[in-house]
């Protein structure tokens, strides 16, 4: 968590639980109806099914061990509640063991609509629905295991594959184009801005443009990766990453597809 952050994450009591008051349970409910309503036609079933499987309800906010469980029951991944933001080896070492970092506060009423750092609602809502699928849990377990692999010195472009996958995936569907990743699926903008596409650009996934394509954490996304199929997804961490981060390298990125950040 930013140094300039003015929240503080929770603690679990002995039981293993998570206090969460009404107004956390309101805020919760808001937000789960008001993205439920918009990916009924946007995000693709998996994710939908995934929201079933774990029993997520407006009524209150998600226990991580209820999550935990539930987890454990489909596809064998998990949860780690994590006190903050925490270093990038501690992240991937987690997911290489089958565990998905949770922060546990949830954001205040005047953040509902954007908080930079993730919440537990992004968190739960946007990351965890998917971790039922099988395919999608497997890439996330092998994608930790090669990041732990490889080291700190592929670890900035390692994290595009994450963001323009878990972040902002888009998978192509009988239906059309629809989202996936947690940060599309947990924001009314971003899923209104993937799904409408009059001010980005959709391309098909491809991994060595993945890693040669920057990004900003703090504005719409101007690109988005379209993939297949959760196969596909799985697919992309059998290939010889480390060689490929290598090349990526040596041609150097494309231009920024959006103007830098005032400093």
Not at 153 to 171: A, C, D, K, N, Q
Not at 190 to 219: N, Q
Not at 242 to 249: Q, V
Request: hydrophobic content about 40%; charged content about 25%.
């Amino acid at each position: 968590m930013t140094k300039e952050s003015s929240y503080t994450a929770k603690l679990p009591g002995p039981d293993g639980l998570y206090d969460y008051g009404p107004e956390e349970d309101a805020i919760w409910g808001e937000l789960y109806r008001r993205q439920m309503k918009i990916l009924a036609g946007t995000a693709c079933q998996e994710y939908l099914d995934g929201v079933d499987l774990l029993g997520l309800k407006p009524e209150k906010v998600p226990q991580l061990l209820d999550v935990d469980r539930r987890l454990h029951e489909t596809t064998g991944f998990g949860v780690e509640g994590v006190p903050a933001l925490i270093p990038p080896s501690r992240f991937y070492e987690l997911l290489s063991q089958g565990k998905f970092p949770l922060a546990t506060f949830l954001r205040r009423r005047e953040h509902i609509d954007y908080i930079e750092e993730p919440d537990l609602f992004h968190e739960v809502f946007g990351h965890c629905p998917l971790l039922t699928n099988q395919s999608y849990a497997n890439f996330v377990r092998h994608f930790g295991e090669a990041a732990v692999r490889l080291g700190k010195g592929y670890s900035w472009h390692l994290f595009r594959i994450f963001w323009f996958t878990v972040e902002f995936g888009l998978i192509n569907t009988p239906q059309g184009r629809r989202c996936f990743g947690a940060g599309i699926v947990s924001s009314p903008s971003e899923a209104k801005a993937a799904t409408e596409g009059t001010a980005c650009e959709f391309r098909p996934f491809d991994l060595m443009s993945v890693l040669r394509t920057p990004y900003r954490i703090d504005i719409l996304q101007p690109i988005y990766y379209v993939i297949d199929s959760f196969a596909d997804l799985e697919a992309i961490v059998e290939q010889d990453i480390g060689g490929m981060i290598l090349k990526a390298k040596s041609l150097g990125d494309f231009a920024p597809a959006f103007e830098a950040k005032a400093s």
